[in-house]
């Protein structure tokens, strides 16, 4: 005779136990109905457009670069960072012959060392840009603790200091000198005239020359 241990059968106990953490797992997961409207209130509340990640703008430079070697391109770097053409050289692993060579009758690497510079130019303008309205506070504010040399260097640079010149008050004056603007004028658009002719010539001559 099977005696049955206390607390009830034990097939029942253990198949109770096996099913018990997966209707635990299964009642902490949400429902059909409820991951729907999770997904509609997770929209709900995402209301700001996602934004684009940034992308890299290859500059004028950077494409004119890519043409040169990775010596070349190392001349480059050092000579627009304020490093003499001998540094240049030894970084890049070159002779001062060779570089010299590379500024004057190279053609790509001259158009790149010109982009760079370009670039150059334009990131440095556009940082004292950003910085003009801070110096012009630190001027104003010099001029205002009494600063009398900064004051007048001010409107130095502002052409406030020149002298002013009305020009002549003489009618006939004015006269002649319009008379004789018109005449120089004239005189110009005439000579422009003439050597479009001259060279419309030269082109006739040439188409007229017998080939070979």
């Known amino acids: 005779m099977k005696t049955t ?5 034990s097939n029942f106990s253990n198949h109770h136990s096996m099913k018990e953490p997966a209707d635990e797992k299964n009642a ?19 209301s ?3 934004v684009p990640e940034p992308v890299a703008v290859v500059t004028p430079a950077e494409a004119t670069a890519l043409m040169l070697s990775k010596p070349q391109r190392t ?10 053409r001998s540094a240049a050289a030894i970084a890049a692993g070159v002779t001062r ?3 010299y ?7 790509a690497f001259q158009a790149a060392f010109n982009a760079w510079q370009k670039d150059l130019i334009t990131t440095t303008q556009g940082q004292l840009l950003a910085a003009s309205q801070e110096a ?12 009398a040399r900064l004051a007048w260097k001010l409107l130095q640079s502002q052409g406030l200091i020149a002298p002013p010149n009305p020009g002549p008050t003489d009618v006939r004056e004015l ?38």
């Open 75 to 84: 001349a480059i770097i050092q000579l627009t960072s304020g490093s003499t």
């Open 48 to 50: 700001e457009p996602a």
């Open 5 to 9: 241990p206390p607390g009830g059968d």
């Open 136 to 147: 012009v506070a630190v001027v104003l504010s010099a001029i205002r603790r009494g600063d």
């Open 175 to 212: 006269q002649l000198r319009q008379e004789l603007d018109r005449k120089k004028k004239d005189v110009a658009e005439r000579k422009e005239v003439n050597d479009l002719l001259h060279d419309d010539m030269l082109t006739l001559d040439m188409g007229d020359m017998p080939l070979g």
């Open 28 to 46: 902490s997961l949400p429902s059909i109905g409820n991951v729907a409207k999770l997904a509609t209130d997770s929209n709900v509340c995402d």
């Open 101 to 107: 060579k590379w500024l004057n009758h190279d053609p």
């Open 97 to 99: 012959a060779t570089l």
